[in-house]
């Protein structure tokens, strides 16, 4: 049997992927969506989004992916729950497996596969983020709902830096945990953290527990310089320690920078390879935010039609 040939796939199914099958089925590519294993994506795990234009009164997560989804399928889009497994997408057609059996061919690719936030790993970290208990890895997001609270950011790299001043001008006070003796972030990102007075950054420190049995209390830290440890009264606990890009299946054929990151030609979601598109997280290291990724899937579905116009294939 003939592998089934997809004149444009969509890998993966956060804001990025159902704002390019929108476009994509508009344009009758008759786009076809794996979700992946997160059908949804990241926002699937937050709760209110405040910041998604066309809600007034807000809108949480899961609902916003629903919508986007209805109104991808209102076009034709078919949404397959299932996950790539193997790609070659330098092979003309591209030619890529799902779920390690059944093989498919594609004129086009966009890849809107996203990426992941690093957690410590702690047993009360996972249990409080996922029943939205004020444990999250995104300080845009949530910050708001900690207005003139206390609370802490793990991380030293130039996101956590970035997210504690941004949370210090909402929050009574935010703690800034630091693992080392210095910070990652650039100098000038230092300075912006050193200079706000309601941070106080906790050197060489390590978090052993956050407390609270619905929603943050507290968090125990301990010096590892000294060994001595603290606990901290606070009710957000933030995460910034890094994402990683879901793009492992594409290492090698792909141009990515040294994190992952797949590179695209600036101010297009192009990639090195003809008719393969990167949209949202998977390309952009630095904005993340679903209405920046919804905007880049327009752009991978519009970059797509022109490819398969200009290539006489539709
Ligand atoms: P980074 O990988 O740069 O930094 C991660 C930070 O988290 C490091 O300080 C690291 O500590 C710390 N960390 C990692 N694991 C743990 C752990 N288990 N416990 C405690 N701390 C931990 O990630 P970022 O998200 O900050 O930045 C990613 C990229 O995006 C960077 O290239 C950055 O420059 C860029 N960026 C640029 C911005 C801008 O220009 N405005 C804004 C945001 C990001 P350690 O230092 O000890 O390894």
Redesign the pocket.
């Known amino acids: 049997m003939s592998a089934e040939h997809i004149t444009c796939l969509i890998i993966g199914s956060g804001p990025a992927g159902y704002t390019a099958a929108i476009y994509a089925a508009r344009a009758d590519l008759k786009p076809i969506m794996y979700t992946g294993l997160t059908p949804g994506g990241q926002l699937t795990e937050t709760t209110e989004v405040d910041n998604f234009p066309g809600y007034p009164k807000g809108v949480t997560g899961p609902v916003l992916m629903e919508d986007l989804k209805a109104q991808a399928e209102r076009f034709g889009t078919q949404v397959r729950f299932g996950l790539i497994t193997k790609a070659d997408l330098n092979a003309s057609p591209k030619r890529l497996v799902v779920d390690d059996t059944t093989e498919i061919t594609a004129d086009t690719v966009i890849i809107s596969t996203g990426a992941s936030a690093?957690w410590?790993?702690l047993e009360n970290e996972n249990r409080l983020r996922l029943n939205a208990g004020g444990v999250s890895a995104c300080a845009v997001c949530d910050g708001f709902f900690f207005k003139g609270q206390e609370v802490a950011i793990?991380?030293?790299?130039?996101?956590?830096?970035?997210e504690a001043t941004y949370l210090a001008k909402l929050c009574k006070k935010v703690y800034m945990?630091?693992?080392?003796g210095?910070?990652?972030?650039?100098k000038a990102?230092q300075h912006r953290v050193m200079n706000t007075p309601n941070i106080e950054v906790l050197w060489n420190s390590?978090?052993e527990d956050i407390l609270g049995k619905d929603s943050v209390e507290g968090a125990i830290i301990k010096n590892t310089a000294t060994g001595e440890k603290r606990t901290l009264t606070i009710t957000g606990f933030f995460v910034?320690?890094?994402?990683k890009p879901n793009t492992d299946i594409f290492k090698g054929q792909i141009t990515m920078d040294d994190?992952g990151y797949i590179q695209v030609v600036p101010g297009t979601s192009k990639t090195n390879i003809d008719g393969v598109f990167a949209v949202g997280d998977c390309a952009d290291?630095?904005y993340r935010q679903a209405i920046t990724a919804a905007g880049s899937g327009c752009m991978g579905a519009l970059d797509a039609e022109r490819y398969l116009a200009s290539a006489g294939i539709h």
């Open positions: 690093k410590l790993g793990v991380g030293a790299g130039d996101t956590a830096a970035e945990i630091v693992r080392r210095e910070m990652r972030a650039s990102m390590e978090t910034a320690i890094g994402h994190m290291k630095t």
